[in-house]
């Protein structure tokens, strides 16, 4: 039985991923698709629009067949630790044949070279990435102008055990992108796992993935996000920009949680909790978290006390060498308690310590009992009981998990909703082709 296995967040799922999903599986002659999907907190820094159990819904309704999550400490986090975080579960499964992830470029050749040099970092690499942080630049951006250098062998000639003075420019542009970004990212984890499992790519349709542009079809997640931030009632009506870019079946998944008080959910429900936790919270508290560096805990305490909403407290953090992504997810990091020392005690055991089922189908089903025999990792499908897990670390994330599940309900916009406890209480999404699924 061939797997194939996707990343994503589905924040939320519209018809480029249900091409992504199409393809995937045509591609490769799958029999069974695996998603392991975003916790309730999400990549750039954010929270998800909707709940991870409402987006694992609308993974099986389009085509996924067995939905896996991605702790939120990794969802939420750099593209390393996301990357890193997805492909460790993935590949501990045992059962997954193919990665299949979109990007802008579309060429697995070239992404599978700068990963090899990424994954692998020569001493020459080493130093000209610390020269440029130095300078004070970001570490992506850093990271990309060191590669640079080393291909075009320092005085601007390319490298003649690697490629053309073209087709350095091309990958440089290239990994400038955010899904090649992660792409990389992916390679990269797959390289140092020694893993079997094959990336392959598609390249991204549409609008591109910060575009804000509102597409007849195929527009980005994020021009979606800020059309229901800026046009949501309480009414709940279901406009033809949303129908030309999400399915009718997750349509009605995402206004059934709108409708329930469970969404959308946006980073200003959390603005006052995050203004007084950096307000109250020690300078070496604030120097615990993941991400920072050497007098951002001053920058950050006094932004804190500086700012009326989430937005200015960003504004005046952000600087050339810190984007806004990196100061959102040291912010989401604060609201679900993660620490630096905790992330980088998952990376040295691995990153993965579970593999937490959210939701599947009948064939999904199938592939858990295939699971069962060759995993690596103990397999969580009823949270309540985590705790009879061997692995201290293992019960740890979990715990993580439910606070930080704790944390997201309380930006559901009805009270009712914001009961703690739901990590314990929400069992797997079971769906069946011949209905609409259910929770």
């Excluded at 993935?90 to 040099?117: H, K, M, Q, R």
């Excluded at 100061?327 to 630096?340: D, H, N, P, V, W």
Aim: hydrophobic share 40%.
């Amino acid at each position: 039985m061939s797997v194939i296995g996707i990343v994503a967040e589905y924040n939320p799922l519209h018809l480029g991923h249900l091409h992504h999903l199409k393809y995937a599986r045509k591609a490769t002659n799958a029999q069974g698709l695996i998603c392991v999907l975003s916790g309730n907190f999400v990549q750039r820094g954010e929270p998800a629009l909707i709940s991870k159990w409402a987006r694992t819904q609308m993974a099986l309704i389009s085509g996924a067949d067995l939905v896996i999550e991605l702790p939120s400490a990794f969802s939420c986090a750099s593209a390393e630790y996301f990357s890193a975080g997805a492909v460790s579960i993935l590949d501990s499964l045992g059962i997954v044949d193919y990665l299949c992830f979109g990007s802008e470029n579309g060429n697995i050749e070239d992404l599978e070279w700068v990963a090899e040099i990424f994954a692998y970092e020569s001493e020459d690499f080493k130093q000209n990435l610390k020269e440029r942080l130095n300078d004070g630049l970001s570490y992506a951006i850093a990271r990309q102008k060191a590669l640079e250098k080393i291909l075009l062998n320092y005085k601007g000639k390319p490298c003649d055990n690697f490629c053309d003075e073209a087709k350095v420019k091309n990958i440089i542009n290239a990994i400038s992108k955010p899904n090649n970004i992660l792409g990389i990212e992916y390679i990269k984890a797959l390289k140092r796992l020694k893993s079997q499992i094959k990336p392959i790519t598609i390249k991204r349709i549409g609008q591109d993935y910060n575009s804000l542009e509102r597409a007849s079809s195929y527009s980005s997640a994020t021009a979606i996000r800020q059309h229901i931030q800026e046009t949501f009632t309480s009414s709940c009506e279901i406009d033809s920009f949303l129908q030309n870019n999400i399915s009718q079946e997750c349509l009605k998944v995402m206004f059934d949680e709108f409708v329930s008080g469970r969404g959308p959910v946006f980073a200003e429900a959390f603005e006052n909790i995050l203004l007084y936790i950096f307000r109250s919270k020690s300078l070496n508290e604030i120097r615990s978290l993941p991400y920072m560096e050497e007098g951002l805990e001053n920058r950050l305490k006094q932004a804190s006390l500086e700012s009326v909403s989430i937005d200015e407290f960003v504004k005046k953090v952000v600087t050339k060498r810190y984007p806004t992504s990196r100061i959102k997810r040291i912010l989401f990091s604060a609201l679900t308690g993660i620490t630096g020392e905790f992330l980088e005690e998952l990376k040295n055991n691995g990153y993965a310590q579970y593999i937490r089922v959210l939701g599947f189908n009948e064939t999904g089903r199938t592939l858990l009992s295939k699971m069962k025999k060759k995993a690596r990792l103990p397999i969580i499908t009823k949270p309540a009981s985590y705790d009879e897990i061997d692995n201290k670390l293992a019960v740890k994330l979990f715990e993580h998990e439910a606070r930080t599940t704790n944390a997201y309900v309380l930006g559901y916009p009805f009270l009712k909703e914001r009961a703690g406890g739901m990590e314990f209480k929400t069992s797997p999404v079971y769906y069946k082709a011949t209905d609409e699924g259910h929770r």
